[in-house]
């Protein structure tokens, strides 16, 4: 399995080979760095940690710095495992872990968009353009009778929209810059340029 971490950069247009264009996103991927191997003996489960990037130390806790021997991670991340790692503690994993033509799951965190209405956050087309229609283009129109003076849970409604966990899956690695260690993902990927992302091949 291979995994690594990265920060979204600008959508583009890749010109392929055979002369097509993609729409394309720029990851600004890795190097990250193997902190901790955990196993199912001593931990209960296979895993690996992984740091990526790098931050002020003001703003990391003691407890951290020892855990990485002082050095100033961005992030830690854990990747599980079904059977026993095979890389080692200290090893960087760079772009190169990849090729060309790989298939890959890219997990990120949406952008927010703060408190929104039933027509954007939930697709629903509004009340009718008819006469005696007034200020009512965008309701959501009644919410069901029946159950006295409470909403029914699950009711589709305005409310907070975005800033959730968004995984997309079965992307395509079009292109790969090792000396600027980027990849070039077909497809848009969620969150805005600067937002951690996860791949996984």
């Known amino acids: 399995m291979k995994f690594i971490l ?12 055979d002369g097509r264009v993609y729409p394309a996103t720029i990851v600004n991927a890795g190097p990250i760095t ?7 003996t001593a931990d209960g489960y296979d895993a ?7 931050r002020n ?24 495992l079904d059977e026993s790692a ?16 790989d298939k890959i799951t890219v997990s990120g965190t949406s952008k927010g968009k703060g408190f929104q209405g039933v027509v954007k956050r939930h697709g629903f087309a509004g009340g009718r353009r008819s006469h005696g229609q007034k200020h009512s283009e965008r309701e959501h129109g009644s919410i069901g009778g029946g159950l006295r003076n409470r909403v ?3 009711t589709r409604m305005g409310g907070r929209m975005g800033g959730d966990r ?8 079009l292109a790969i810059d090792n000396k600027a260690s980027q990849l070039i993902i077909k497809g848009a990927i969620p969150g805005r340029p600067g937002t951690l992302l996860e791949i996984v091949s």
């Open 6 to 17: 990265g920060t979204k950069g600008e959508m583009t247009q890749y010109f392929g080979e």
């Open 152 to 154: 029914p849970a699950g």
């Open 34 to 40: 193997i902190t901790q191997i955990k196993n199912s």
């Open 86 to 101: 095979t890389k080692a503690v200290g090893e960087v994993v760079t772009v190169d872990e990849f090729a060309v033509g």
């Open 57 to 80: 130390e003001k703003n990391i806790s003691k407890s951290v710095l020892g855990h990485t021997k002082g050095v100033t991670f961005r992030t830690l991340k854990e990747l599980r």
């Open 48 to 54: 690996v940690q992984y740091g990526f990037g790098n």
């Open 166 to 173: 968004i995984t997309v899956k079965n992307l395509e690695i």
